[in-house]
């Protein structure tokens, strides 16, 4: 493999993998508790990308999700192979953090 596509695959595998780290689980939970009120077409734009897993059971669904620290962990291992020091590896992480929505807990407890 070249020099060129090794980085481009390297790039490729840390995009992924931070968008594993730094998913939202709201569409996944939703999904599991809203089995009967959602059309196919409001399924197909729920964003599942930390979804590892899904099963529908009696009583509900049952879903699971990507291991956030295992993705960092790669992470790190792919990261020793370039030229990025770890603060500033750490600092895109918290840079890509601080881009995440999450509710305070007056909002999360609106939608109850």
Do not use: C, H, N
């Not at 059309?39 to 964003?47: A, F």
């Not at 990025?84 to 807990?105: K, W």
């Amino acid at each position: 493999m070249t020099d060129t596509l090794e980085q481009e695959a390297r790039a490729l595998a840390l995009r992924t993998l931070m968008r594993m780290a730094s998913y939202s689980a709201e569409d996944g939970l939703k999904l599991a508790t809203s089995k009967e009120t959602l059309s196919p077409g409001e399924v197909g734009r729920l964003d599942l990308f930390g979804v590892s897993s899904f099963k529908w059971s009696g009583s509900g669904g049952e879903v699971k999700f990507f291991d956030r620290m295992r993705a960092l962990e790669l992470m790190l291992s792919l990261d020793k192979g370039m030229d990025v020091s770890p603060d500033q590896f750490y600092q895109a992480l918290r840079e890509s953090a601080a881009g995440l929505e999450i509710p305070d807990e007056e909002e999360a407890g609106e939608s109850d």
